[in-house]
């Protein structure tokens, strides 16, 4: 097994991050994405957090330097260069936190991977020290998130591509397959196939960062049309988003907007 | 704003995304956590899509990756914070 962190703060506020996180596809830096949908999505009646669950087709491929390591056939045939992300999102806005979970769907056999994030307020000292409430200028209010990328080979431990076999019923490829692994140590090969996973995925968090960055952005600007393309009309010229910042950012809006 | 797996369900989704937006925004997030002006739209719009995933076969395995792995309860969270 093999994990990757990453610590970053965002100079927005909570509410306008989790929405930018809800909305953050499409951006010029998710063409990877093809398509979004919500699975599931309710609020614990218990504790008010809103749970949502998110399925995501990306583009993707399994990268070269694994499939040399896979036994022909493997990795390639019948992929079709796209693969399933399943997302859990919860929220607490009352606490201001959130905490994402995605994973892919398929080949979780050559390579699972579990992105985990944790979003957090940071109140900002002004903030805290007017108590009177009285013109909070919360401008300076953070936002924090903790990524934490899990990676786990199980090539070889018997649980082998399952789906696969089932789906083409084809066991020809049973024989090379066994042959294959015992002349090659098993753990050095599940090593090799999360390093190069670890590789990939600090690209990847980097990109998504600036991808949430480019929404955030758009929001504030109260670029409505931009974020939601031409739905601007459900929302009309009193953007929702521009109600967010105003709570917690660059007051500025107001003035320009109303 | 992303377009749903299944291109027949694209209208709804967008009427569902954009009522969630605004009642995220303008309710959930300001504390009145226990409306549900979007439950409507969700019905239909889940109505279309799971039936598309069912068509796909996609169903059986986003069930499977639900039930899989470490989806902690809030009371788990709770205790780690």
Known sequence: MKFFENNFT?????????????????????????????????????TQRLHTIRLHLKKSKVPSGILKLLPKGMGGSDSSGQSYILEKTTVD?????????????????????????????????????????????????????????????????????????????DHEDEEPRKGFFSSLSTAGIQRTIELIGVSRTKEAVLKSKEGMNIVLERLRSGGVVGVLEDREAAFGPDGTWKRVWLQGKDRSIENDKS | MAASIAPECNDIKE????????????????????????????????????????????????????KSGSSETDAEFLKKS
């Open chain 1, 93 to 169: 806005a009352k606490e201001g936190w959130m905490e994402t979970e995605s994973r892919n769907m398929e080949w979780t056999g050559i390579l699972s991977v579990v992105e985990k994030q944790c979003y957090k307020r940071l109140p900002s000292e002004e903030g805290r020290l007017a108590l009177d409430g009285l013109a909070v200028d919360k401008s300076s209010e953070q936002t924090s998130v903790k990524t934490t990328v899990t990676f786990r080979s199980r090539l070889g431990q018997g649980k082998l591509l399952g789906k696969k076999k089932h789906d083409t019923g």
């Open chain 1, 10 to 46: 965002y100079d927005y506020s909570f509410p306008a991050v989790s929405l930018a996180y809800f909305l953050r596809y499409p951006n010029p830096h998710s063409r990877h994405v093809l398509t979004t949908d919500v699975i599931d999505r309710y609020v614990d009646p218990k």
């Open chain 2, 15 to 66: 009427k569902y995304d954009t009522c969630f937006l605004k009642w995220y925004s303008e309710k959930y997030l300001r504390g009145n956590t226990s409306s549900n002006d979007c439950e409507a739209l969700f019905k239909n719009y889940k109505g279309c899509l799971n039936k598309v995933l069912k068509e796909r076969g996609i169903d059986a395995m986003v069930d499977d990756a639900r």
